[in-house]
Nanobody
Framework: QVQLVESGGGLVQPGGSLRLSCVAS????????MGWYRQAPGKQRELVAT???????NYGDSVKGRFTISRENGKTTVYLQMNTLKPEDTAVYYC?????????????WGQGTQVTVSS
């Protein structure tokens, strides 16, 4: 069993920045895709960004150019740098790790961290 622990959420004003971190408890995720998803009240969970073990990234359309995903520490830690935050970025942000050869079968999720963008 792999635990994903997120941190870095909070309250920020529009136009501000936050950096989220997600640490995996096992190096089994070294070859997994890791990423961030978010869910706002009354909405479906959506893709924010993912990064493969080789560094290939994928972003949701609404965050392209503002958010940057990166991966360090033997590939078991993933970060999300969020700049130029907007009120519509308010959501619970979840970390996810899954094997690219078996998506949906061995997925791991974190408990989520709240991000609130408000003046």
């Amino acid at each position: 069993q792999v635990q994903l622990v997120e941190s870095g959420g909070g309250l920020v004003q529009p136009g501000g920045s936050l950096r989220l971190s997600c640490v995996a408890s096992s190096n089994i995720v070294t070859n997994y895709i890791m990423g961030w998803y978010r869910q706002a009240p009354g909405k479906q969970r959506e893709l924010v960004a993912t990064i493969s073990s080789g560094g290939r990234t994928n972003y949701g359309d609404s965050v392209k150019g503002r958010f940057t995903i990166s991966r360090e520490n033997g590939k078991t830690t993933v970060y999300l740098q969020m700049n130029t935050l907007k009120p519509e970025d308010t959501a619970v942000y979840y970390c996810k790790a899954y094997p690219p050869w078996a998506p949906g079968i061995s997925d791991y999720w974190g408990q989520g961290t709240q991000v609130t963008v408000s003046s």
